[in-house]
Every structure is written in structure tokens, then in C-alpha cells.
């Protein structure tokens, strides 16, 4: 059975009803990390793991909740949304907590959520959640929420009911993901453009570190805030600058201590938004190889500048530097811990999984899980009656 029937197998069982089924992805980025919330450009895209939730409306006003993962049912009531602190329930009911910040008209609701994003691994497994429930509940409802609207939406609701003060990439690429294509998003005026990425001789292999990152617990805060910090050093001397996507390296040496935690955050932002830009130059030339070198340079500007890498990423990324089949590797995502994305030729995929996790293991004692991403489409809705 595909997850879908079981799903709904599931769904039948426990409300008697057929419920309406969406699917939502988690992503991978290419190449520019920590610049979204810094205005900046992201080069990321939908794939093939995604987070399924099905949902129909109750006669009550209850939120009735069931995770597959957890396998653990939570019953919230819509007149008080209290939640557990850090429980998973809060990716959901930060969606609904939104809607009715907006004045939508929303009832009680069931939901089952299911999926194989794994949790944890930098793909932004919590992204995929809120944008499946934004547009669940939006088609269930009738809401007629915009794509743009649900991805505001669900990026306000990880930032206010599960305190990530994340920016717009995760949410954008599940709810505009493309099938072979990144998506190039300019983050301050949300214009994006697909790029079509040629997958013929080369895959995108993730490589799981199987540590999982906890972003919340503020290390990922409190570099958004030393971003800030910088950029208001910056505006005493240049007023027009809003953000870092408006600041140059010298701009930067001129008006900060170059030996400051402050101004390493903020040369890897500017230097990494310099690097994707050359990067999209890159792709359109069909020149995976200097792509590749750059995003070796991005997992440099993260370790050392940027401060949000740990040792197992780099024993992972050191692992593949000399392999002439991986085009480029790196960290990817928020940061300590979760995933290397690595470009490798189609011909060693196999072989290159193999050594890295008996590698990996004599070096660390842990395993290794690895997944060949597929660019895939973004949310969708799928049929409420699929047959069983
Ligand atoms: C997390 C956040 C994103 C982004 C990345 C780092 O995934 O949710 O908004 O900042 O980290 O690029």
C-alpha cells in the first residue's frame, strides 16, 4: 500500500469519514544558508520526503490531533489553545492560532499527520507540517488563502507559537516547490524564478549525521540577532542600509571590529549572498563544478565564520573533499546537526554511501542514514476519494 491509502485507511478508521489529504514537502537548498532571514537570495528546492495530513471537520470546536511518528494523540479545544511546550502538536495548532489572529471563521477539526521527513535533519520537517495544515485547513474551510498568504502564515507560526525566529525559505519552497527545478528566491521582495537542474550523471545525496539539531533552543536566535547588531553598527555610518543584503565586505571592514564575533556572522552572510548569486551564473552555464568548489567554501563560512556546524558535519564533509565523484558537499540547513547535501556523480552514489558510513562509524561509533533527494512538486492537494 503507498502512504496515502494507508493514511486514509487509517483516517477511516479512527473518524468513519474520508478525509481531505494534502501533501506537503521538505526541502533541500542548494546553496545560501542563514540569508534568508537577512533579506538575502536562497537557492532551494522541494523533494521527494514529504508530510501528509489528513483532516475533516468535527461538530465541536476541539482540534483532534494524532501523530503517526509519535503515535500519541492530542486533544486541543480552539476557545484556548494552550499547548505543551516543544510538542509537536504546536505545528499545527501555531497554524490555527494564526488563522484566528486573521479572524478566519474556523470549527473543531480532526487531523492525522504523517510523513517521512525525517525530524530533526535539517529538511525542515516543521515547515512541511504548518504549510500541509495551512493548506488543509484553507481548502477545508474554504479560507481561499493565497499560496503567498499560507507561507506567511506558517512562518509566523513557527516563529510565535514555537519560538524559531526562522525566516521564509522552508515554507516558500513546500508550498512552491517545482519538479526539477530550484527555486531562486529573492527573500525581501519574494520575486523568485525556477531554475531547471539537470540531474542527468549527477545526484544529491543527504547525508544524515543522525544528530539531531535543536534550532529553538536559541543558538539559531541568537544568530539573527547578532545580524541585527551588525547591521545597526553599519547604519550609523550608512543610514540607507536596512538589512545585510545591502551591505558589502567593505562596508563591513570599515565599520566593524574585524575581530568580533559580529563581524565573522556578518562577512559569511554577505560573502554567502556574493556566493549564491555567482552560483545561479553557475548553473545557468550547466557548470556543476564551480558550483560544487562554492558550496565547499559555504560549509568554510559556516564552520568558522558563522559558528553553526559540528564535528560530525565535518568529519562528513571532510570525508567526501577528496573523492573526485562528490562535485561539492556541505551542511545544510539551520545547523548543529541534521544533514551534508553533497553533489556526487550517478555512477558512485552507491559506493560513496557504503564508505562514508563505515567511515563515519569507525570515526564517531554512530550511524549513518542517507537519502538521494528527487527535486519533486510542492503542496498539494490530494484526491479526498483515492480508492483503497
Ligand atoms: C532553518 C530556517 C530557515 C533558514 C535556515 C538556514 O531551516 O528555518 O529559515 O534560515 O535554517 O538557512
Known amino acids: 500500500m503507498c502512504d496515502i491509502e494507508r493514511l486514509q485507511k487509517l483516517f477511516r478508521q479512527m473518524h468513519h469519514d474520508d478525509p481531505l489529504i494534502v501533501r506537503a514537502p521538505g526541502r533541500i537548498n542548494l546553496i545560501g544558508e542563514h540569508t534568508d532571514y537577512n533579506n538575502g537570495f536562497v ?166 549525521t543522525s544528530i539531531k539539531h535543536s534550532l529553538a533552543s536559541s543558538e539559531y536566535n541568537t544568530r539573527r540577532k547578532q545580524c541585527e547588531e551588525g547591521v545597526a553598527i553599519i547604519q550609523q555610518q550608512y543610514p540607507h542600509v536596512q538589512s545585510l543584503r545591502d551591505v558589502t565586505v567593505e562596508m563591513l571592514n570599515a565599520c566593524i571590529e574585524k575581530k568580533s564575533v559580529v563581524y565573522n556572522r556578518c562577512r559569511f552572510v554577505v560573502e554567502e549572498i556574493d556566493r549564491l548569486l555567482a552560483g545561479c551564473g553557475d548553473l545557468q552555464h550547466n557548470d556543476i563544478k564551480t558550483f560544487g568548489k562554492r558550496m565547499f567554501k559555504t560549509h568554510d563560512g559556516l564552520r568558522k565564520l558563522y559558528e553553526v556546524s559540528c564535528k560530525e558535519l565535518d568529519i562528513l564533509v571532510e570525508l567526501v573533499k577528496t573523492n573526485t565523484a562528490v562535485l561539492g558537499a556541505r551542511m545544510m540547513g539551520g545547523g548543529f546537526g541534521g544533514c551534508t547535501i553533497n553533489i556526487v556523480k550517478e555512477d558512485a552514489v552507491e559506493e560513496l554511501i557504503y564508505d562514508t558510513r563505515n567511515a563515519y562509524r569507525d570515526k564517531t561509533g554512530m550511524n549513518l542514514s542517507a537519502y538521494v533527494a528527487v527535486i519533486e512538486e510542492g503542496a498539494k492537494s490530494l484526491s479526498r476519494h483515492v480508492s483503497v
Open 43 to 208: 537557492l532551494p528546492a522541494a523533494i521527494d520526503k514529504a508530510i501528509y495530513v489528513a483532516v475533516n471537520k468535527r461538530a465541536d470546536n476541539k482540534v483532534y490531533l494524532y501523530a503517526e511518528e509519535f503515535n500519541e494523540t492530542f486533544i486541543a479545544d480552539l476557545d484556548n489553545l494552550r499547548q505543551p511546550k516543544f510538542h509537536w502538536s504546536g505545528y499545527v495548532l501555531g497554524v490555527v492560532e494564526q488563522l484566528q489572529k486573521r479572524n478566519f471563521l474556523i470549527s473543531g477539526f480532526n487531523i492525522i499527520v504523517d510523513g517521512d521527513v525525517p525530524v530533526g535533519a535539517g529538511m525542515a520537517s516543521s515547515a512541511a507540517i504548518e504549510c500541509a495544515t495551512a493548506y488543509a485547513l484553507s481548502e477545508l474551510f474554504e479560507l481561499g488563502l493565497s499560496k503567498l498568504e499560507m507561507v506567511k502564515i506558517a512562518q509566523k507560526a513557527e516563529q510565535e507559537f514555537v519560538g524559531l525566529q526562522c525566516g521564509i525559505m522552508d515554507m516558500f519552497t513546500s508550498m512552491f516547490g517545482k519538479k526539477d527545478h530550484v527555486i531562486c528566491l529573492d527573500c525581501r521582495s519574494y520575486e523568485y524564478e525556477y531554475f531547471p537542474f539537470k540531474q542527468d550523471g549527477i545526484k544529491i545525496v543527504l547525508l544524515n
